[in-house]
């Protein structure tokens, strides 16, 4: 037996409830972890509340990212044993490969030695942020020095983790978020330019970029934000969307995509973490980027494992700079 979370229903944070129950021994090419920490994403809250893009059955567990000591190898897994510090590259099902539980069993070519640096905090906030932010901007718009790149919720664990990325090479990064209280954070961190969304964004974006404009926007809001974006854009960029934190309708901007010829691209991480040789390139540059410093994710706050659900209530909040965190 062993402490999990599930919900019986779809709802609120609320919903969620730490429950006792019995869990398989891993199979044929599977490794199950003693979780030590988990990292919360908000995928977690939309399969929570019925809105992801995987529709669980009733009751149903869920987690996408954990930290923790190999338990057990399953047969036909070569590599670890038993006692190995691991973290978690997400699986494409949290339904099937759920992570909020004391044990958790993954496919084995999503568990990953991280360096002996990084704490179980660090560990588990790792994957999912790097992963995403790293196969936009480098797999994808192959973002290189001379670049512009504009990154909007740029306080999330992902925007975060795309300054960092954006930083690594090279390129000069412009991040946008709501109000003006998480400006100097930003700029700590890295980012060349702070622009708050409520401004006028067209107008701040082409005062910083001038007449080149942004090669690469990299954007998880969508709705209005839509045309300032594009607006700023240099002819040939890319716009890499890969959430919708509006909840107003998105505009397509017909003109300005002409007559900047510009590639709009949705986006998800399973590009990558379903493609062996392009996980393999990404985890290469991660863990690069964490040995020698240049990745390091921030932790907004951590919770215990018991509260799962006040946890979940601030990763609403939206109050959150960088990662949430449970230890379980």
Partial sequence: MARVVRFHEHGGPEVLRIEDID????????????????GLNRGEAS??????????????????????IV????????????GDAVSVVPPISMVRYPAYGELATFPAGHIVRHPPSLGWEAAAAVWMQYLTAYGALIDIAKLHKEDIVVVTAASS????????????VGATTIAVTRTSAKRQALLELGAAHVVVSAEDL???????????????????????????????????????EYGGLSHEPTPFPLSVVL??????????????????ARLEAAKAFILDGLVSGSLKPVIARTFAFDQIVEAHRFLESNEQFGKIVVTV
């Fill in 47 to 68: 399969i929570r509340a019925g809105t992801y893009i995987e529709t669980p059955p009733l009751p149903s567990r869920l987690g996408l990212e954990a930290a923790g």
């Fill in 23 to 38: 869990i398989p021994r891993p199979g044929r090419g599977e490794i199950q972890i003693r979780v030590k920490a988990l």
């Fill in 71 to 82: 338990e057990t190898v399953g047969e036909g897994v070569d590599g670890f044993a038993p």
């Fill in 157 to 168: 664990s992902v925007g975060l983790a795309a300054i960092q990325v954006a930083n690594m």
């Fill in 259 to 276: 007559a900047k010829t510009l590639t709009l691209r949705g986006y998800l991480v399973h590009e990558i973490t379903g493609d062996p």
């Fill in 202 to 240: 067209e107008a701040r974006l082409k005062e910083i970029t001038g007449p080149q404009g942004a090669r690469v926007v990299f954007d998880a809001v969508g709705g209005p934000i839509f045309e300032p974006l594009t607006a700023a854009m240099s002819r040939g960029g890319i716009l890499i």
